[in-house]
């Protein structure tokens, strides 16, 4: 695979109790020519630790780890607001599991099944802000979440104004109301106040639902 050539270096930390894993995940990584391993983890505690330590940019977070699990390192770290963006590594399609994870804070899930070119994928993806879900598994947390929400059905061609527009292809992308209302030169209360009325239209409850919903109707795209 060829290298990418970039001004950008994305610090990743590994966490997964599997050496081998690691060992082949560091190689993929440190291939790519934009990215650099700081750091590995082989359980959920050191992984806190070294978060903490290393900051790296993006952590690939293991779901099964003996002790502390992924999920359990999202919890801990969802307390604490830490830099870090997480992607989770999953074995299998654990739905109840991966809408945990995403409502926890992670950015991604990416099978570890999954081809090598995915995985360097969604690392630059998070890193940027956006969210990482393919196609099937953005369905099937939107439905889980559709189950778990007592906000009703949701419409299949909402009506949003331009400007809602906007803001739903910024939340999608990871900006916070203070950065949206800097880059659309509005206040943060008129930004608040079109997220109102954004979810009233779209049937959504919060954020994530907002942008997994807005990636699966491709609302992200520029009409």
Do not use: C
């Not at 999954?114 to 939107?142: F, P, Q, Y």
């Amino acid at each position: 695979m060829a290298k990418v050539k970039s001004n950008t270096n994305i610090r990743v930390l590994l966490a997964d109790d599997h050496a081998i894993f690691r060992e082949g995940v560091r190689k993929l990584l440190e291939g790519a020519g934009d990215i650099t391993v700081v750091g590995e983890a082989a359980n959920g505690e050191e992984a806190l630790r070294l978060v903490e330590k290393l900051k790296p940019d993006i952590l690939l977070l293991d779901l099964r780890m003996p002790g502390k699990d992924g999920l359990g390192v999202l919890e801990e770290m969802n307390g604490s607001t830490p830099a870090s963006r997480v992607i989770l590594i999953a074995e299998n399609d654990n739905e109840h599991d991966v809408v945990r994870a995403m409502r926890l804070g992670a950015r991604g899930v990416v099978w570890k099944q999954s081809a090598s070119a995915l995985l360097l994928k969604s690392i630059r993806k998070v890193h940027v802000g956006e969210i990482w879900l393919d196609n099937r598994m953005t369905s099937e947390v939107i439905n889980a979440l559709k189950k778990s929400s007592d906000s009703g059905v949701r419409q299949e061609k909402p009506l949003l104004s331009p400007r809602e527009r906007e803001i739903v292809q910024l939340v999608a992308q990871g900006y916070r109301n203070r950065e949206i209302a800097e880059k659309l030169f509005i206040s943060e209360q008129t930004v608040k106040n079109h997220l109102h009325n954004i979810f009233d239209k779209l049937g959504v409850s919060d954020r994530l639902e907002l942008a997994l919903y807005a990636i699966h109707h491709h609302l992200t795209e520029t009409p």
